[in-house]
């Protein structure tokens, strides 16, 4: 049997214990709420995701490889560009 639990990075921190389809949920549900309600509100939940992500970013930078640090970069410009325009 394949084992579906992968540790991409592995570690003991904070966020090491914490299910990852929970904070899948968590990601889906403030990205959904921040373009639904759109205006300051969307927004605010939009940068709450991206200072999320680039604080992840930021610190996985030294372990991921170059054309995994150009996907998140990436990621991270699409949630930029999707905030702004929900302001």
């Known amino acids: 049997m394949a084992d579906f639990k992968r540790t991409l990075i592995p570690g003991r921190g904070p966020l090491a214990k914490v299910p990852a389809p929970a904070v899948f949920l968590l990601v889906l549900a403030l990205f959904g709420a921040g373009v639904w309600i759109r205006g300051p509100v969307g927004a605010a939940l939009l940068w709450m995701l991206v200072v999320g992500v680039a604080a992840l970013l930021a610190v996985t930078w030294r372990y991921l490889a170059p054309s995994a640090r150009v996907l998140r970069v990436l990621v991270l410009a699409v949630l930029v560009l999707?905030?702004?325009?929900?302001v």
């Open 82 to 86: 999707v905030t702004l325009s929900v």
